[in-house]
């Protein structure tokens, strides 16, 4: 009989890094923690629970900053053949990267909630009518999709990176769905069904790359594909070209951009901001990590396409976005749709740099310093949406004379746009795209710098009419009752919130964009 037993059964059992993994962790625990909870508060007191998704996104983001300042932190790996352990091995590697993008989805999480308090909390106070969300629900899913998104940066293979894009992904269609008015229902559906296409797609590339590469773990894919031969070359492309859509998908790049004018027309208005940001930077950092490293061996085939994809991009957003009647229901959401998508293009011009750089530490960093500068004014900008739509209605026109009823939030709004826009005094927007420029010209990119120049000076045309409407006079015949009051109501505390913490942001980041600098300058990998 074989004998089973080994020498040092200890040697097998690993030792888990717990402070590295800390910050899912924690999103996930409050996500359980929320989900008991609710089962044993009343209606009346389930308000409470939305404080608990802030305290615990709030602690998460706390628990990044003892992994600052020292080396990179690695767990769960694999033993290599001198029977030591090394970070090209490990599933889950806590580095200057996976803490900016966590950073990113963690503080756009706990932003998303602040704007969700009022709308929740509503319908609690109504006993969850149709017109509110179901309080314990929503926060569940939220904290869920949250602990997915802080998880996929800090994944080094493939099938964590899977794993973590779902458990980012499948609550954000139930919260999508949330929305019961009946837009909600149809915005999920067609969420749903394009991301499940684009997943299986993804899981098909993926097993083509494991059958030419022999690995999961993306240092070990890299040089598996290196060294593939030659018969294999043919599977490990399309494998590579097949797991980058998923990840495409969750940015919104063209072609996979279609679902997100409805999606966030049918989604709680917190929702559609929170999936313009955290979903577009749990997709982005996936696909920074696909690219820069797994895909090291096909840079140039790869940064030619994300170039391409990142000219199509742009430009279909801006035209989308020009195209938008100002007077339609719903048409500031759509804009800052198209505009979202428009975004996504000058986010792929450093991850298509990156494919001619030598190392992809600096075109990594203007991705990153140019996610966290998104970040910050899109969400300041869907909490005005959220705001103004209390009384009024949520199409451009409906902003206009908005600085005569309520000037600080006028002024929010327009800082916001113009920072999107890239025109002072939104400094910090501006910066960011001199970033992203710099990127392309010093990879030798001139052609992909031309096209976003023009796209910044189209962009021009639909942020300066948004902002332009908020300082005209009110039109009596649109809201009478704007007209007659005067003023806008006072904005709940969660709201009050939400605008002062993404405005005051903003401002410090225009005043000192050294900061941004500082994640643009720094070494990701």
């Known amino acids: 009989m074989t004998s089973l037993a080994v020498a040092n059964p200890g040697s097998l059992i690993q030792s888990v890094d717990w402070a590295a993994i800390a910050p899912p962790l924690i999103a996930a625990v409050a996500a359980l923690a929320v989900l008991v909870t609710d089962l044993f508060l009343s209606e009346r007191h389930r308000k409470w629970l939305g404080r608990l998704t802030a305290a615990g996104l709030a602690l998460a983001l706390v628990a990044l900053l003892p992994l600052t300042g020292g080396s990179p932190r690695a767990t769960f790996c694999v033993r290599n053949v001198a029977g030591a352990t090394d970070s090209a091995g490990c599933s889950y590697v806590a580095d200057h990267f996976a803490l900016v993008f966590q950073l990113l989805a963690l503080g756009g999480a706990l932003i998303a909630a602040l704007l969700s308090m009022h709308t929740v909390d509503r319908a609690a106070s109504t006993g969850g009518s149709a017109a509110g969300l179901p309080g314990g629900e929503y926060w569940f899913l939220l904290l869920s999709s949250a602990t997915g998104a802080a998880l996929l940066p800090a994944s080094r293979d493939l099938a964590t990176m899977v794993i973590a894009l779902e458990v980012a992904s499948l609550p954000a269609f139930a919260l999508v769905a949330l929305r019961r008015d009946g837009r909600g229902a ?20 993926i097993g083509f790359v ?186 451009v026109d409906d902003f206009r004379g908005l600085f005569a009823r309520n000037r600080w939030t006028a002024l929010a709004l327009a800082f916001f746009l113009l920072c999107l826009a890239g025109l002072p005094p939104g400094v910090i927007g501006l910066f960011g795209k001199v970033v992203v420029f710099r990127a392309a010209v010093d990879a030798g990119l001139g052609w992909l710098a031309v096209v976003m120049a023009v796209n910044v000076v189209v962009a021009l045309y639909y942020y300066l009419m948004w902002t332009a409407r908020l300082f005209a006079p009110a039109d009596p015949a649109a809201d009478p009752a704007a007209v007659a009051d005067g003023a806008e109501p006072r904005l709940p505390v969660s709201l009050t919130a939400t605008l002062g913490l993404t405005a005051s942001a903003a401002v410090v980041l225009s005043v000192a964009p050294q900061l941004v600098l500082q994640v643009a300058g720094g070494s990701l990998f």
């Not at 999920?188 to 394009?194: C, E, M, N, Y």
């Not at 040089?223 to 492309?237: I, T």
């Open 186 to 205: 149809e915005a999920a559906l067609k969420f749903f069904v394009s991301s499940v296409t684009a997943t299986a797609v993804m899981l098909l590339g």
């Open 210 to 395: 494991y059958a030419a590469g022999g690995s999961l773990h993306l240092g070990a894919v890299a040089q598996g594909l290196e060294h593939a031969p030659g018969r294999l070359k043919p599977l490990a492309e399309t494998g590579a070209v097949l797991t980058l859509v998923g990840f495409a998908f969750k940015v919104a790049a063209v072609p996979f951009h279609f679902w997100v004018p409805d999606t966030y027309t049918g989604a709680p208005l917190p929702v559609a901001g929170y999936l313009s940001v955290v979903g577009k930077a749990a997709g982005l950092s996936g696909l920074a990590l696909a690219t820069t490293i797994a895909f090291r061996p096909y840079a140039h085939t790869w940064g030619l396409v994300l170039a391409v994809l990142a000219a199509a991009t742009m430009t279909v957003g801006n035209v989308g976005a020009l195209r938008q009647r100002f007077d339609t229901r719903y048409s500031a959401v759509r804009l800052l749709a198209w505009s979202s998508v428009g975004q996504a293009g000058y986010l792929l011009v450093p991850l298509a740099a990156a494919g001619y750089a030598p190392t992809g530490a600096d075109p990594l960093g203007a991705t990153a310093a140019y996610a966290l500068i998104y970040g910050v004014v899109n969400l300041g900008a869907f909490g005005v949406v959220a705001a103004v739509g209390r009384r009024a209605g949520t199409s």
